[in-house]
Nanobody, 128 residues
């Protein structure tokens, strides 16, 4: 059974940090590119960041550049998202997703429809 289990969400103050984790099982983790996607209350899915199977290429949505860092540890079948300088508008449910891509380009990896497996999400709240 494929499972992606996110953790690490919670309450952070504006300007603070959180580190999200996504533990994968039931599939060959290092065969898949991984992404973080978020959904704020009342809004649609927003792609956050993606990286290739070996972490060799990473992409970020413009508003996350310089603040968020995506990484993975294939030995631990785990994906991470380090979030710094958090803003109230970063509050959302954060999902990890796994997909395979023949060609790596931002337009493709930023489309949530291109991912095969999804986690259940972890809530991030940013408030003072």
């Amino acid at each position: 059974e494929v499972q992606l289990v996110e953790s690490g969400g919670g309450l952070a103050q504006p300007g603070g940090s959180l580190r999200l984790s996504c533990a994968a099982s039931g599939f060959t983790f290092d065969d898949y590119a991984m992404s973080w996607v978020r959904q704020a209350p009342g809004k649609g899915l927003e792609w956050v960041s993606a990286l290739t199977w070996n972490g060799g290429s990473t992409n970020y949505a413009e508003s996350m550049k310089g603040r968020f860092t995506i990484s993975r540890d294939n030995a631990k079948n785990t994906l991470y998202l380090q979030m710094n300088s958090l803003k109230p508008e970063d509050a959302a449910v954060y999902y990890c997703a796994a997909g395979t891509f023949k060609f790596w380009n931002e337009g493709t990896v930023a489309d949530p429809d291109n991912y095969n497996y999804w986690g259940q999400g972890t809530q991030v709240t940013v408030s003072s």
